[in-house]
């Protein structure tokens, strides 16, 4: 069974460093999202693509956060500077299309900075 | 702006008893409704949705939602509950119009009791 790939699975870092994630999600899927997850709470949306373009990113902090997804196929979320602040999971989902279909996860990166 | 509530923190369920999980929605147009599960360590997982056509949705592993337009809710069942099926349920929402952002929920914590 497809799966969304993710790396690292957790990520430890001092604070003012720079740290990025990647995200390869299931072929075919037109669609690919990052979420933030705090514990004990729902997923975030940070930023969504449907190929290779931006079509939400309301909700990333434009300042420090930048995502890509140059070919339209793998991604990448990267902070720079890491703040105490962004300690939690950061997850990749993709979609065969934004339009009422469901989402399938990758296992999510856990980010710690100290 | 769209939303979603789940409002139990956590739901406890004796095993081979019936089981629900509120969740109720707004939007402005029509919904498309989901509801997935994250088991420990792990990513979410979809169970079901709802876009269109019969009120009664099944899913996976047994779960079933019913739509109710009239009180804006998306409730999960299972007639008779497992152990296994211990986990944090997360109901999701977007407009059919539009962007069709996905709002996630903030979970329901399900503890199925031997």
């Known amino acids: 069974e497809a799966e969304v790939a993710q790396s690292p699975r957790y990520k430890i870092t001092e604070k003012s460093q720079a740290v990025a994630f990647w995200c390869d999600p299931i072929s075919g899927h037109a669609t690919l999202y990052w979420y933030r997850q705090i514990l004990g709470q729902g997923p975030e949306l940070l930023v969504q693509?449907?190929?290779?373009?931006?079509?939400?990113d309301s909700q990333l902090p434009k300042d420090r956060f930048s995502a890509e997804r140059l070919k339209g196929v793998d991604s990448t979320l990267k902070i720079q500077p890491a703040e105490l602040g962004d300690s939690a999971m950061y997850l990749c989902?993709?979609?065969?299309?934004?339009?009422?279909?469901?989402?399938?996860f990758g296992p999510g990166t856990r980010l710690t900075v100290t | 702006a769209q939303s979603v509530a789940q409002p139990e923190d956590q739901v406890n369920v004796a095993e081979g008893n019936p089981l629900t999980v509120k969740c109720t929605y707004s939007?402005?147009?029509?919904?498309?409704l989901f509801w997935y599960v994250q088991y420990p360590n792990r990513g979410l997982q979809f169970l079901l949705k709802y876009i269109t056509g019969d009120n009664l949705v099944k899913g996976s592993y047994g779960f079933e939602a019913e739509f109710n337009k009239s009180q804006t809710s998306f409730h999960l069942k299972k007639p008779s509950a497992l152990v296994s099926d211990s986990a944090l349920y997360f109901c999701?929402?977007?407009?059919?119009?539009?962007?069709?952002?996905?709002?996630f929920g903030t979970g329901t914590k399900l503890q199925v009791i031997p």
């Open positions: 989902a993709s979609s065969f299309n934004r339009v009422a279909y469901e989402q399938y």
């Open positions: 693509f449907q190929d290779e373009s931006v079509v939400d």
């Open positions: 999701a929402v977007s407009d059919s119009g539009g962007y069709q952002k996905v709002t």
């Open positions: 939007v402005s147009g029509n919904p498309y």
